[in-house]
């Protein structure tokens, strides 16, 4: 058994804490003595039932839980405070608990881990997801001449080469940080572990939940928006409409409805078309269960190679096939592959409508709902990526000081 610091810059009551990290670590403490640090936005703090839920739950499964708070504005000030209080909280907690090393998820976390580990030497794991800068440079936030982006450059290979392990999800992903100058002779272990899902908790309900009233009910779930491509979902959806009369687009998101409703009027999107709702992590799956598909369509950019999109799992692990576009990590080899979706070749009107119709075609193979759930099991399973987690903690944990060059 392991002591360890988990590091995450995502709050555990946010949704995407809720499903990437509180699940893993769930599981991981039978085995090891976890201690989160995460970083909580206030409006979730200020959700007493909730928070109090969360907070029997982690000590019930014996997980010993620092809540920092998450600090936004002014932008680069706030990282920074973040990042010097997570330094002292972090190193309190290590002198403490005599931890064995840290998993430091992403690059806030990392560079907390960096600056400890040169202080202290104790190894840390780099759970990369992705490349952070070059989301930055791809999302249009940053220039790819600023000293913002060459300085976190910079950053990024000093914690590559100081990490004792890295993690990717993708193998695209994987083979993009081998390429790096910094790891060109380097025999570092980096493993692929993609974005999994509680299997237990997306799953098929029990009879055909989809609602029969539409004669087809397509889902999003997540943000919309920078990389999330929602105009072209909507194009997609328009095109549905042509051959399904009475069609329904199920939207689940949280904080963007106004935004969301004001593209749908821009799309000449009659409301009667459209369920527009936000819904707590558990029951996310109740209404996946609702839906005939999923949707979804990510920017194609470098800094995308190396993602793996949580609804994937999730959608497949429900039983529901998606429709999806080129250039998202290992997404379009799997779900071409092995024949439980559509993949876009890009964006123009007619692929939307071979898309759709290519869809609908699919819909009617009697073994494509078991075929996406057990592709969901041999790739995405939460247990599997438990697994691969538990192996690289043992690796740390057997060996002290462990560092591959």
């Known amino acids: ?60 499964n014996g997980v010993l839980w620092h809540k920092l708070t998450y600090h936004k504005k002014p932008s680069l000030v706030a990282t920074i405070y973040d990042i010097v209080y997570g330094v002292i909280v972090a190193t309190r907690l290590i002198k403490k608990h005599k931890i064995d090393f840290i998993h430091s998820r992403s690059y806030v976390p990392s560079i907390i881990s960096l600056i400890i580990n040169k202080i ?22 940053w220039k790819k001449n600023s000293f913002l982006y060459k300085a976190i450059k910079y950053i990024e290979c000093k914690i590559l080469a100081n990490a004792s392990l890295v993690v990717t999800l993708t193998e695209a992903g994987k083979s993009d940080v081998e390429s790096l100058p910094c790891m060109n002779a380097s025999d570092k272990l980096i493993q692929v572990i993609p974005t999994c899902a509680n299997l237990k908790i997306f799953k098929p309900s029990i009879g055909n939940n989809c609602d029969k009233s539409n ?7 997540g943000s919309v928006g920078t990389f999330y491509l929602f105009d072209e979902v909507l194009e997609s959806f328009i095109a549905l409409m042509k051959y399904k009369k009475h069609a329904k687009l199920l939207i689940i998101n949280v904080g963007q409805h106004e935004y969301i409703k004001n593209i749908l009027v821009s799309k000449n999107i009659d409301s009667k078309h459209v369920e527009l709702k936000s819904v707590d992590y558990n029951e996310v799956p109740i209404e996946i269960n609702r839906m005939d598909a999923g949707i979804f369509y990510i920017k194609p950019s470098f800094s995308k190679r190396s993602s793996s999109p949580t609804k994937l799992a999730e959608f497949l692990g429900c039983g529901k096939p998606c429709l999806i576009n080129f250039g998202i990590g290992d997404t379009a080899s799997v779900v071409q592959g092995e024949n439980i979706g559509i993949v876009l070749k890009d964006f123009s009107k007619s692929e939307h409508t071979r898309g759709i119709i290519d869809l609908l075609g699919l819909m009617s193979d009697n073994e494509l709902k078991e075929r996406c759930i057990d592709v969901a099991h041999r790739y995405y399973s939460l247990e599997e990526g438990v697994s691969a987690y538990d192996s690289l903690y043992s690796i740390l944990g057997s060996s002290p000081g462990y560092h591959a060059k």
């Open 120 to 141: 202290t030497a104790i190894d840390y794991i780099f759970d990369m997801r992705g490349f952070w800068a070059d989301e930055k440079i791809d999302g249009g936030a």
């Open 1 to 60: 058994m392991s002591t360890v610091l988990y590091i995450t810059y995502d709050g555990l009551l946010d949704p995407l804490g809720m499903s990437q990290v509180w699940q893993y670590q769930k599981l991981l403490s039978k085995k090891h003595k976890i201690i989160i640090i995460s970083y909580e936005k206030n409006h979730a703090l200020k959700d007493k039932k909730k928070l109090a839920r969360l907070e029997e739950e982690v000590f019930l």
């Open 215 to 221: 004669s087809f009910l397509l889902g999003y779930v």
